[in-house]
């Protein structure tokens, strides 16, 4: 695992300068490779290329990089593993000529003796990289099929940047950025900033399972997708598995096992998060039952109630036989991390599972330099109970006019939250216990908001949103579509649950989960890799009947047939949590006094980007107890953070 950056720069500085550009630009990235540094440049084509390395496959300096290809055509700067490079060197021959036995010399050879084209189409791994033709004088952009790994490009003062992390683009010393207020919004609803925007205009994330080429006569790369997740979803309902589901059980945990078994192939120490969930579980199973010595697995704990997971997973733990290590995290532990997080995401990101997954990174980096994830087997098996939720409530309001719903709607939210509470308390008094509601009000409010919308997409889209019309909190804002909002980016599907799949897929899954994961843990200079999304796997889910997969309230149906061969279900017999944080509790408390400053109505105003009353009416109503807005605030709080950390990057955050 590494860190790239470059430039291309048509003015064609001198070499010093160019030289000293992307030793600037690569050394924000030391985090990501403290391993090995390295640079390539030709300041008659102003192109330099930068590297950090983190050592992984062949440990000695023939896996340095940036690396020329053998036959001195190519150089690249690559990001990621090839997991096949074994079975694509043993392709390629002997005639190659080896120097090395890292992947990067193989991903190079390939390149050369099939094409860029066809080599990305032969690759399984995760990877980004940049590739320069010296013949052709052009560059090329590319990025694994599921968005695992990270890549920004973009021009700016005239100069073409790229790089794993918008750090070293900002880091070039001619960079002038300007807010991208449209990418804002969207990041408002969302809790992260959709590909391929992010918070700088004219800087773009490129789409997983595409390639961008750059010629030096063309301002606008040519991008070209060599895998399509829409596709392969759309080919998978068109001719779904042809045998039993018993045999594409077998044929699932065959290609797992073969999934983790690759990415357990490292020249230095390696182990696995484990939560205690089917996913996480899944791919501890899978590697204990290949490993001759127990394996290196973690987890992190809360002491608040209804977010502790980690005695489920010392229970797992036990009976795999791993060797296990946890950490308990308090509200403390979350104030001490929260002035790194604009630093380790380089653009606002409130997904609050980042607080843990920074920590358990960083607590797994002391024993390994690899670690395995579950990430994927909600999207790909229809795990997330918020699909069974939209599912069976549009089934039950769906029928109803849709302005009587919104009449309905309308009617119950004239009653605020703490008048429910007072006309409720009488019913909630003579409930059993486990059926009281602490805040019944608020949660009336929360659900006759399903009321009001037209189609189950809409629902969905609903559930997902934070603030529900973000371009009215963001001054001079317009919120860019999404497949949550634009239907034509939508892949064919016959139910609700698997268009909820798929679009959580290419959005939800690259855009937060793994930009999550991949910032967490390279932040510690750790790799993490996820065997459920090798794209064998997603392939083949999206050939399994619905069925299969989600049965009455339960998802993940295949996964729990396989995990039940290697642990008891009485051990996975429990409600999913997630990986969050008590954040609510946490804003009332430990980081109330960090948070007041950041939301204060004078520094909100004389910013100008988001209007402050909204934000200040909830930030109110969250200290008094009366609602619970901790993700709405939580949005608000890691811009602010991150607009303090990066004033100096933006040219003007004043309306444009």
């Known amino acids: 695992m590494c860190g790239f950056c470059g430039v291309l720069d048509p003015a064609l500085p001198p070499s010093e300068a160019l030289g000293q550009a992307v030793t600037a630009m690569r050394e924000t990235l030391i985090h990501r490779g403290p391993d090995d540094a390295g640079q390539w440049l030709d300041a008659s084509a102003g192109i330099a290329l930068g590297h950090r390395r983190l050592s992984i496959l062949d440990l000695s300096a023939l896996g340095h990089q940036p690396m020329v290809s053998h036959c001195g055509r190519y150089v690249i700067a690559f990001n990621g593993e090839i997991y ?61 099929r599921l ?80 895998w399509s997740a829409r596709a392969v979803a759309e080919q998978g309902l068109a001719a ?79 009976h795999l036989g791993t060797a296990h290590t946890e950490l308990y995290v308090t509200g403390q532990d979350g104030l001490d991390t929260i002035a ?55 089934r039950r309001i769906g029928w109803i006019p849709l302005a009587l719903r919104r009449a309905l709607a309308t009617g119950v939210t004239r009653i605020s939250p703490a008048d429910w509470d007072r006309l409720l308390r009488p019913v909630s008094a003579v409930l059993p216990d486990p059926l009281r509601i602490a805040s019944p009000g608020d949660r009336l409010h929360k659900a006759v908001d399903i009321l009001t919308g037209d189609s189950p997409e809409s629902l969905y889209l609903r559930i997902l949103s934070h603030w529900k019309d973000p371009a009215a909190v963001v001054i001079g804002a317009t919120e860019p579509p999404t497949v949550l909002t634009d239907a034509g980016q939508r892949a064919r599907t016959s139910s609700i649950t698997e268009r909820m799949m798929f679009m959580d897929s290419v959005l939800y899954l690259p855009d937060d ?72 509790q946490w804003l009332r408390g430990p980081l109330r006094d960090w948070a007041e400053p950041l939301l204060a109505e004078s520094r909100l105003s004389a910013e100008g980007i988001l209007r402050p009353e909204p934000i200040r009416a909830l930030w109110t109503e969250h200290l008094a107890g009366r609602r619970n807005w901790s993700y709405y605030l939580w949005d608000v709080l890691m811009l602010q953070a991150w607009l303090e950390a990066n004033r100096t990057h933006l040219s003007s955050v004043s309306v444009p």
């Open 240 to 318: 779904p598995f042809a045998g039993s589901e018993i045999e594409a059980l077998g044929r699932l945990e065959q290609l797992l096992l073969d999934a983790v078994g690759l990415r357990m192939h490292a020249d230095v120490p390696l182990g696995a998060f484990l939560s205690g969930g089917i996913d996480s579980t899944t791919v501890v199973a899978l590697m204990q039952a290949q490993s001759t010595r127990p394996v290196r697995t973690f987890s992190i704990g809360f002491h608040e109630p209804g977010f502790d997971e980690a005695a489920d997973a010392r229970r797992i733990a036990a």
């Open 84 to 144: 096949n490079h074994a079975a694509l060197r043993a392709e390629l021959g002997e005639t190659i000529g080896w120097r090395g036995h890292s992947d990067t010399e193989v991903l190079l050879a390939a390149i050369a003796s099939w094409g860029l084209a066809s080599t990305l189409t032969r690759l399984n791994g995760m990877f980004a990289f940049a590739l320069w033709d010296r013949q052709r004088r052009q560059l090329s952009l590319a990025r694994d």
């Open 340 to 394: 790194e997080l604009p630093t380790h995401w380089d653009e606002p990101f409130a997904d609050q599972s980042q607080i843990p997954t920074l920590l358990v990174s960083r607590m797994a980096r002391r024993d390994v330099t690899v670690c395995l994830s579950g990430d994927g087997g909600d999207e790909l098996f229809g795990g997330y109970s918020r699909y069974l939720w939209t599912r069976d409530s549009w």
């Open 513 to 584: 989960i793994l930009v999550k994961v991949d910032r967490a843990s390279m932040a510690c200079s750790l790799e993490a890799r996820v065997p459920l999304l090798d794209h064998r796997v997603y392939e083949l889910a999206w050939s399994l009947p619905l069925a299969w997969k989600v049965r009455g309230r339960l998802g993940k149906r295949p996964l729990r047939g396989i995990l039940a061969r290697h642990v008891p279900p009485a051990l996975l017999d429990r409600p999913k949590m997630g990986f969050g944080v008590p954040l609510a």
């Open 147 to 226: 968005g695992e790994k990270p890549l920004y490009y973009g021009w700016n003062q005239g100069r073409f940047l790229f790089g794993s992390e918008l750090k070293a683009l900002v880091a070039h010393p001619g960079w002038r950025g300007a807010l991208d207020r449209d990418a804002l919004s969207a990041y408002l609803r969302l809790s992260y900033i959709p590909a391929p925007h992010s918070i700088y205009r004219g800087i773009h994330k490129l789409l997983p399972g595409t390639a961008a080429t750059l010629a030096l006569d063309r301002r606008t790369p040519l991008v070209e997708v060599y």
